[in-house]
């Protein structure tokens, strides 16, 4: 259940509801169309194709207090009003907040400005003004509001207090995880991409990293040095490599290797392995993730 909701639009301006902005109608996120896609065939009946989530439509309605303001003061509320939820500052961020505290987020258009009827009689009597916000989110999907991050191929610290070095032997700063593999938790509805970051602590030469259960591979055509760091984005729509070397950003996208793909996250545990042409031990990465879903 939906316990807590605000709406900010491009300019940084928030609306929470609440006490004084009560929603009438929960907000129902359910009911997501889908367009099944199947090809006719010889025979009886057809051939399944694909499937391709549709636009998702919602509406907020919610009663604005009206009966502590003059008809001055609620002029000024309509107004603000207007300028919070203008369709031309689309889109507009939902921030949700679940009864189990846990906290999602989508991005929706406005497909008009708020609808604000007149007619006091069904308005609850002059007590309040009742308000309809239209929505269409072109990305129908929710999202967790944090992201998540996993660690791979990284140094542990080993450095702990009350500190006791033994003459003649030192001590351990700091160990390399032994572990070339790693489990990914998508808790997500659906696949999703995420953020593949290689960070080089000396030579490198052709970091990848594969999934060991699919066999799939990103293998990337880059020497590696000392302080580089490659970025590489598997968000669908948004693929793209980044080499950052002395501070300087540059396009690195025609470096991904013959038959690599883009990885991606399905949902549930996802095991990992990273490996190199040469300098494996001298690389560490990190996936950073955002879990979505197709309903809360």
Known sequence: MITNLKITNKRGEEFEFGHQNRITKGLNLSGLIADVNFSAGSGAGSKYQNTRLSNREFEIEFMMMKAQYDEVQMDGKRGDLYSIFNPELNPLRLDITMSDDKKYYLDANLQST???????ATNNNGA??????????????????????????????????????????????GYRSQSMFVDVDNAG??????????????TVTHPALINVETQEELKLNITMTK??????????????????????????????????????????????RYDALSGVDNMEISLTYRAKSVGV
């Open 128 to 173: 309040w003004q009742r308000v309809l916000l239209q929505f269409l989110a072109t990305d129908p999907y929710i999202y967790e509001k944090d992201s998540r991050r996993v660690e791979i191929a990284e140094w542990i610290g080993a450095f702990e207090f009350p500190l006791c070095i033994e003459s003649g032997v030192g001590f351990e700063v």
């Open 227 to 272: 302080g580089d760091v490659v970025e590489v984005s598997t968000y669908d729509g948004a693929f793209g490599i980044t080499l950052i070397r002395g501070g300087t950003r540059s396009d690195e996208f025609n470096a991904i290797g013959l038959y690599s793909t883009f990885l991606q996250l399905e949902p549930g545990n996802n095991v990992f």
């Open 189 to 202: 509805q659906s696949k999703t991409g995420m953020s593949i970051t290689f960070r080089a602590l000396a």
């Open 114 to 120: 708020p609808i604000v009827p007149p007619d006091k």
